[in-house]
């Protein structure tokens, strides 16, 4: 037993963990205004330790299948030093302020690749903070220097007397030292010492999604909830301007029928009665802009803006003078690309449960942002966003659909019209995929200037389609910021390119895009790679020693291309099939991927055998965990590349379930090898660094074969046949 260390009570308080120049407020949050140290221990915000040893740790970013939900207590247990298999989770925080992301403006927001990337050292200096007041405590208790005290997972340890304490024992007496203990970077462990970090750990969501216990937003029971259901308009931004609601009120157990901005909402005892008053319902609805919405229309449209340079165009990047440089070019290589819509489709349909008790409110539901959705529902109830609690749970998929909110926000509307009850809206598929918020559809128009050798003296690229950013952002604010990396990406590239420029247009057309796993890099590399390809192919050079010639000022990148190519053999022939390959340097990551491909050239259908992906996302915090990521990105990718697309005809979405609307299949996918080179690097992205490689090395690979260039993505076989005729 511990001695020295007194019971005592722990006054609410905040402190700050030192980064060099940057400091991180961190307060204790939930702890009541006093708190016993002989409950569990809680030496900072992010943690804390019960008298059995269980060390709970706060997880900051959403679990969506991910894995965030082990990599970032992972990131904390290895500076606190814990034994893993006695790491459990609190619930996902919805206090921006205590736990919002530094690379993500302090929001509590999981999405573009950010979680590991942002929150990497902030929880190793909350780890090391907490093991620094644990030191402290039994230092004090034994009487001796801390500076003689080490750890070893979940103990303190005193080698020279041979004192030995757990954590969970000195978490019965611990108190928080007065001043705390100041941790800079410069105390946090060596990469040498890890014990964690660069392990594959089991996952800490695992258990309770094979058993069965695990709970999704979708899941959410409540004593006295109604249920709710949405008539929607068939095009986007249509208003109800006439309700017949007879028959709807005449279904058994419907409370109440309300007239909402964007459809006419049904509240229920049950959701059987919801739903079948939804169907009865009759609405007028009035006009609006995207009923003259068609993509084969609106892709003419974008081409014509993407090749005309005299229009204007937002600077997403600028380097040297490529407009001068293709003017004097010995050969201009041009080049259009097009890429229709592609839906989210969630596993979990979208959802929410509301509940509205006078100016106070409370979500549930699985989102990407707790921030979005304080906002959101405090806007749709009147109210303030420190008056909204979010239950942020599990979610069945994300993919940038559920930063949204929009399901909450209308249900939040719902349950205000029935203020005390909660309300639990689920979409329908139907309804999930035709109010989606899709991949923009783009057009992209390139011009390379080649010098009198093949080597590359310019190159622009214009990238025209609708705004995410315009419609989650206020207006004044989009109009300051004027770019938008989401739909319009940036064209960057590690290419040794000595004039670029690349310019993004808006063009509006009544339709909603959101953010779409690997959002503009799905389609910006594509445009980029399959031209760096055909550039390779009139030099006469392999596509692969070019890439790594031109990669020449950024070895990892090289490294990447140059693995992968061993990986697929790189120099061996196939019969009837050809290997493709790409790179990408999107979201701060280094990806390359080959696909060995065959193609049909009588049906136009490509058949993708296997693919081959090497990535350098710094520090590997896990492994596995990577290859999984990498593994389902790059079957997004798949997707996206040969099969899906949403056809929109006068305003109206054409596919709605998925007999419509088709996916990859197990009988569609190819074989998959990942390789993860680790590297003292700074963690990058990785849950979407899968996606852009993969059509551009589809593509690539049918050009071997056939001598044609796909530039329409998805390829499929009709637009195939048409490319090869």
């Known amino acids: 037993m511990l001695q020295g260390i007194r019971s005592e009570k722990l006054s609410r308080r905040s402190f700050l963990v030192t980064t060099g120049a940057v400091s991180v407020a961190v307060a204790f949050g939930s702890l009541p205004e006093t708190a016993s140290a002989a409950g569990p221990f809680a030496p900072n915000a992010w943690v804390t330790i019960g008298e059995d040893g269980i060390v709970t740790i706060v997880p900051p970013a959403v679990e969506m299948g991910q894995g965030v939900q082990t990599s970032l207590p992972l990131i904390l247990a290895e500076e606190l030093d814990v034994d893993w298999s006695k790491v459990r989770l609190a619930a996902t925080p919805d206090n921006d302020k205590v736990y919002g992301n530094p690379a993500f403006r302090d929001q509590l927001t999981t999405v573009g690749s950010f979680a590991v990337t942002g929150y990497y050292e902030k929880l190793r200096l909350a780890g090391a903070q907490a093991r620094a007041i644990l030191l402290a405590n039994a230092a004090e208790a034994w009487g001796v220097p801390v500076a003689e ?27 928080v030292p007065d001043p705390l203990p100041q941790i800079t970077p410069a105390n946090l462990k060596a990469t040498s010492q890890f014990r964690l970090i660069g392990k594959d750990v089991p996952r800490l969501d695992t258990p309770a999604k094979v058993n069965g216990t695990a709970k999704f937003g979708i899941d959410t029971q409540l004593p006295d909830m109604l249920y709710a259901a949405i008539r929607y308009p068939s095009v986007q931004y249509q208003k109800p301007e006439q309700i017949d609601d007879n028959a709807a009120k005449a279904v058994k157990g419907v409370v109440k029928v309300v007239a909402l901005p964007a459809g006419v909402g049904v509240i229920a005892e049950t959701i059987e009665a919801a739903r079948k008053a939804k169907d009865a319902l009759k609405v007028t609805w009035s006009a609006a802009p995207a009923q003259t919405y068609a993509n084969e229309q609106i892709l003419g449209d974008y081409s014509a803006i993407a090749a005309d340079w005299n229009q204007p165009g937002v600077e997403m990047l600028n380097k040297g003078d490529a407009a001068t440089a293709i003017r004097g070019a010995a050969k201009v290589l041009t080049a259009d690309f097009f890429s229709e819509h592609v839906s989210h489709v969630c596993m979990e349909p979208l959802n929410a449960t509301v509940k509205v008790d006078g100016d106070r409110v409370e979500t549930w539901s699985g989102n ?49 019209a029935v203020a005390g009850r909660p309300v639990k809206m689920i979409w329908s598929r139907e309804d999930d995929i035709m109010n989606d918020k899709f991949r923009p559809l783009t057009a992209q128009h390139v011009e390379v200037g080649l010098d009198a050798s093949g080597n590359i003296v310019g190159w622009r690229h214009r990238i025209v389609n609708e705004s995410y950013f315009a419609r989650v952002m206020p207006p004044d604010l989009f109009a300051r910021v ?221 050009a071997l074969l056939t001598g044609k260039r796909l530039r329409h993505l998805p390829m499929t076989p009709d637009r195939v046949k048409r490319g090869l005729a």
């Open 368 to 416: 990407q942002s707790p921030t979005n959705m304080k906002i959101l529902a405090a806007r749709a109830a009147g109210t303030t966003p420190d008056k909204v609690t979010v239950h942020t749970a599990l979610l069945g998929g994300g993919f940038g659909r559920k930063t949204d909110g929009d399901e909450l926000f209308q249900t939040t509307l719902l349950a205000k």
């Open 149 to 175: 005290l080490i750890t070893e997972p979940g103990m303190v340890v005193h080698a020279k007397s041979d004192h030995k304490i757990s954590y969970g024992d000195l978490a019965k007496t611990a108190k």
């Open 482 to 702: 004027k770019q938008d990396r989401v739909s319009g990406g940036g064209g960057e590239m590690s290419y040794a390119v000595p004039n670029h420029r690349v310019e993004w247009v808006r063009a509006a057309r009544g339709v909603d895009v959101g953010a779409w796993r690997g959002i503009a890099a799905g389609y910006t590399k594509f445009a980029i790679e399959t031209l760096i390809d055909e550039i390779a192919a009139l030099q006469g050079m392999d596509p692969v020693a070019y890439r790594i010639a031109m990669l020449k000022d950024d070895p990892r990148a090289a490294a990447v291309v140059k693995t992968v190519a061993d990986m697929a053999n790189w120099g061996q022939k196939r019969q009837s099939r050809a290997l493709g390959i790409a790179y990408s340097d999107a979201l701060r990551s280094h990806t390359a991927a080959v696909a060995e491909v065959s193609v049909d050239e009588a049906s136009g259908q490509i058949k993708v055998h296997h693919i081959w992906a090497a990535v350098d996302a710094g520090l590997a915090v896990q492994p596995k965990n990577i290859v999984g990521q990498i593994e389902s990105a790059m079957t997004f990718g798949l997707g996206a590349a040969l099969i899906e697309q949403i056809t929109v005809k006068n305003g109206v979405v054409q596919e709605t379930n998925f007999h419509e609307y088709r996916i990859m299949r197990m009988s569609d996918m190819p074989l998959m090898d990942v390789k993860v080179i680790s590297t003292d690097n700074k963690p990058t992205g990785i849950g979407e660094a899968g996606v852009p490689v993969v059509a551009p090395a589809i593509a690539n690979g049918v």
